[in-house]
T-cell receptor, first 115, second 114 residues
Framework: ETGVTQTPRHLVMGMTNKKSLKCEQH?????MYWYKQSAKKPLELMFV???????ENNSVPSRFSPECPNSSHLFLHLHTLQPEDSALYLC??????????????FGPGTRLTVL | AQKVTQAQTEISVVEKEDVTLDCVYE???????LFWYKQPPSGELVFLIR??????QNEISGRYSWNFQKSTSSFNFTITASQVVDSAVYFC???????????FGQGTRLTINP
């Protein structure tokens, strides 16, 4: 595998379900991100992890719970979602060094539908 | 706060035509980076180019070229001799030095018709 991979690619869930999205990066990066892409809105940053530590939460509702066990893996745990949470969830990674802003590389996304 | 505007929501051209995608940005920071990403129907955001605010030199890569003008806060993208495979949504994005939040424009859906 190369680049950034995400599973599953498609997910349909009810509002009472609990599911998880998985992201894995094979680029040796130390930072990982979750972005949300809704039909009517620009891409929005949700969470940032640096060296496994969460450094940014962009006012995301608690029904979204991220987890970063190591620099290569990132999860997004979902529970009690709403239909308006239906979107494409994109994972990205980058190599962040002090004073340097790196390019973020994205995975193929998980298309989530909440019924 | 930063902002990126892609005024063209959709563009449709016939194959082999040249097409320019516009991007205008706003930031008060002096050091920042601009990006273009391509999103084909598969959904993945494919990185195309990165430019820092101190490098206004235009860039050409094959049929793709980028025109960065700080005077007008624009970072436009031109595809020469377009092909059907260029059909996708294209996003312009901005990030300021030291930050990790990419600010995206709304995207331009480009359709190349055979």
């Amino acid at each position: 595998e190369t680049g950034v991979t995400q599973t599953p690619r498609h997910l349909v869930m009810g509002m009472t379900n609990k599911k998880s999205l998985k992201c894995e990066q094979h680029l040796g990066h130390n930072a990982m991100y979750w972005y949300k892409q809704s039909a009517k809105k620009p891409l929005e940053l949700m969470f940032v992890y640096n060296f496994k530590e969460q450094t940014e939460n962009n006012s995301v509702p608690s029904r979204f719970s991220p987890e970063c066990p190591n620099s290569s893996h990132l999860f997004l745990h979902l529970h009690t979602l709403q239909p308006e949470d239906s979107a494409l969830y994109l994972c990205a990674s980058s190599q962040e060094d002090r004073g340097k802003t790196d390019t973020q590389y994205f995975g193929p996304g998980t298309r989530l539908t909440v019924l | 706060a930063q902002k990126v505007t892609q005024a063209q929501t959709e563009i449709s051209v016939v194959e082999k035509e040249d097409v320019t995608l516009d991007c205008v940005y706003e930031t008060r920071d002096t050091t920042y980076y601009l990006f273009w990403y391509k999103q084909p129907p598969s959904g993945e955001l494919v990185f195309l180019i990165r430019r820092n605010s101190f490098d206004e030199q235009n860039e050409i890569s094959g049929r793709y070229s980028w025109n960065f003008q700080k005077s007008t806060s624009s970072f436009n993208f031109t595809i020469t001799a377009s092909q059907v495979v260029d059909s996708a949504v294209y996003f312009c994005a901005l990030i300021i030095q030291g930050a990790q939040k990419l600010v995206f424009g709304q995207g331009t859906r480009l359709t190349i018709n055979p």
